[in-house]
């Protein structure tokens, strides 16, 4: 278990996570479609995308959008319910780019699972905000 220093917001994927993904649909799962505070979130620096209370990569966020609105290599037909532009609504998705190497180096692959309460569903987590 690592505590995370930075501001950041922990971003669960476990509904879509694929130990196969490639590093742009990794990015691309963890950065977008989400209930967010965006007033928390703007403050947060880094994204970390979590699979299982274990994170997977660390982004350093550089603006939020409305959800669908940037270019995206999710799937179309990946869960169709998930991707109508009335699911999208009161949703967000970020844009940035992979942590500096220290970062990442610091917390890939380290638990924070003690983040989330036990029985809490809710995929975002903000942390320092």
């Known amino acids: 278990m690592i505590k ?7 971003i ?3 509904k879509t996570f694929k130990r196969s993904m490639d590093s742009q649909i990794l990015y691309d799962y963890a950065r977008g479609r ?3 505070n965006t007033v928390k979130a703007k403050k947060a620096s880094y994204a970390i995308a979590v699979f299982k209370g274990v994170i997977q990569e660390v982004y350093e966020i550089e603006d939020w959008h409305k959800a669908g609105t940037t270019e995206s290599s ?4 990946s869960n169709l319910e998930l991707n109508s532009a009335l699911s999208l609504i009161g949703r967000f998705e970020f844009t940035g780019k992979l942590a500096p190497t220290y970062i990442r180096e610091k917390y890939n692959q380290k ?3 003690h983040y ?10 903000y942390v320092n905000l």
């Open 34 to 36: 989400w209930r967010i």
């Open 111 to 113: 638990s924070v699972s």
């Open 116 to 125: 989330f309460a036990r029985g809490n569903s809710n995929p975002i987590n």
């Open 74 to 77: 999710r799937m179309q037909t």
């Open 12 to 14: 669960r994927i476990n």
């Open 4 to 10: 995370i220093e930075e501001k950041a917001i922990l």
